[in-house]
């Protein structure tokens, strides 16, 4: 393994900073923005209509990637915040809210609420703890900021073939 | 303070085990299976990309960061689209020529590497070239990996070739 730079610091301070790294990086990867696009730049300029709409040949619009979001970083604030763990949807459809475009308000503030609740965690000194039974708080914030990015992936797609991408403000190009 | 070990351990299972597509979503190797070549290349309706172009995307800046690692100095590209590899195929066409075999093999091989990398404590408190612990790119890069696998999903969706026969992640 190579070392970039010349590295005189003790193993001590080196463990240190890989962990505050870490844990600040944790409200970052819920929000994108370095790696991808931002979450709020992928919700934007976005009518209910649009949100609501479900491209041809896909079975999902934004407004149902989004809530099902919620859906899941809900149950994970829920395993952390009562310190136990939670029983598993029986069906994965659980997981996927009936929504209309009227929801789509309440969806997307809901979505920045939930996200507000993860930021209190992400700085907790026993990210090291387990959690949801052998999962540890940090697995499973690491777990659901990917489930995150993974469907805010496919939501740019369901825009694109909407022809409502990049959003006012441009996607994530340069 | 908790232990060097106990941050290892909990980085790299937190980030390494996502780099294969981590427990809360479908697996790259499920999200590729039975994709052939002909397909891969298809870039459905008005979508930018084909799923061989998504994964020549990714793995550009997998074999980037693997480079930094190895403690060479990768070149940048300039813009957004220095990133995205020329490959096959295009709207309507199918992958042309025999290399999406081989993409997909070096490129879940390095998706590999870079599981090893991040549950490899010496790798994640090293230093990349702007000062920061491995551990930041190693967190960002399983996150545009992540990103993209949804993409690869519905383009995979689009095409009306999901799910895979070995099912999606559903139950």
Redesign the interface.
Known sequence: ?????A?DRT??D??????L??AR?LPK?FR?G???AGVEATLSGLDADTAARV?????HSVLNLLSHINW?NRWMLDIIEMGQAQPYPA???DTWPAVTAADWGRVRNEFYELLARVDAHASR?D??NPVNHEE?I??L???????T??????I???R????SWPPPAGG??? | ????G??A???G???G??FRG????VSWERALERLEASDAGRV?????HSAAQIVAHVQF?QAYLLE????NDPATPE???GGWPATGGGKGEGWEGGDWEDLKTSFLRDTGRLRGHAR??????????E???Y??AL??????N??????V???R????LWPPPGGG???
Do not use: C
Not at chain 1, 149 to 154: I, K, L, P, T
């Open positions: 393994m190579a070392v970039s730079q590295d193993p001590d080196r463990n240190e900073r890989a962990q790294a870490f990086l990867l994108g370095q790696a991808f491209p041809d040949g896909l079975p899941w069906h994965a459809a000194p990210l090291a540890t940090g697995e914030l690491a777990d659901f900021a990917l489930h990015a993974h469907h805010f992936g496919q740019v797609t369901v694109q073939l909407l022809g994530d190009t340069w | 303070m908790v232990s060097e106990q941050v351990e909990v980085f299972k937190a980030v085990n996502l981590g427990p809360a979503n459905p309706g008005l979508l930018p800046w930094g690692i190895a403690g813009h957004a689209a490899d404590p010496e790798v994640v408190q090293t230093l990349d070239r000062g920061r612990p551990a930041v967190t960002n890069f399983a996150g545009h992540l990103y993209h696998l949804g993409q999903v519905t383009v969706q689009a095409l009306g992640d559903t139950w």
